[in-house]
Nanobody, 118 residues
Framework: QVQLVESGGGLVQAGGSLRLSCAAS????????IAWYRQAPGKQRDLVVT???????DYVDSVKGRFTISRDNAKTTVYLQMNNLRPEDTAVYYC????????????WGQGTQVTVSS
């Protein structure tokens, strides 16, 4: 079955960096768009960035120039490099594979906590 497992979260000071990983299995990884979302306490889950099967990316304005998404199709893993982190980036970060040609519905990982101290 489809599985997504995030890792790499933690506590970092403002201005620091983290790299999140989303290890995927159970579907034809290279064909599906994958996204990172985040959810801060008491707020809705928001889209951060998507990457298509062909590698085209789309970032929300608040992370442009600071976050970089990439995918390694051989390792079936998506990465999110986060630089110059700010306290407002504090959230649980989730990866999601979109319903598509080889995936019957959207699937989510369990999330990884990112905390940025000021």
């Amino acid at each position: 079955q489809v599985q997504l497992v995030e890792s790499g979260g933690g506590l970092v000071q403002a201005g620091g960096s983290l790299r999140l990983s989303c290890a995927a299995s159970g579907f034809a990884f290279g064909f599906n768009a994958i996204a990172w979302y985040r959810q801060a306490p008491g707020k809705q889950r928001d889209l951060v960035v998507t990457i298509g099967g062909g590698g085209i990316t789309d970032y929300v304005d608040s992370v442009k120039g600071r976050f970089t998404i990439s995918r390694d199709n051989a390792k079936t893993t998506v990465y999110l490099q986060m630089n110059n982190l700010r306290p407002e980036d504090t959230a649980v970060y989730y990866c999601k594979v979109f319903r598509g040609r080889y995936v019957a519905r959207d699937y989510w990982g369990q999330g990884t906590q990112v905390t940025v101290s000021s």
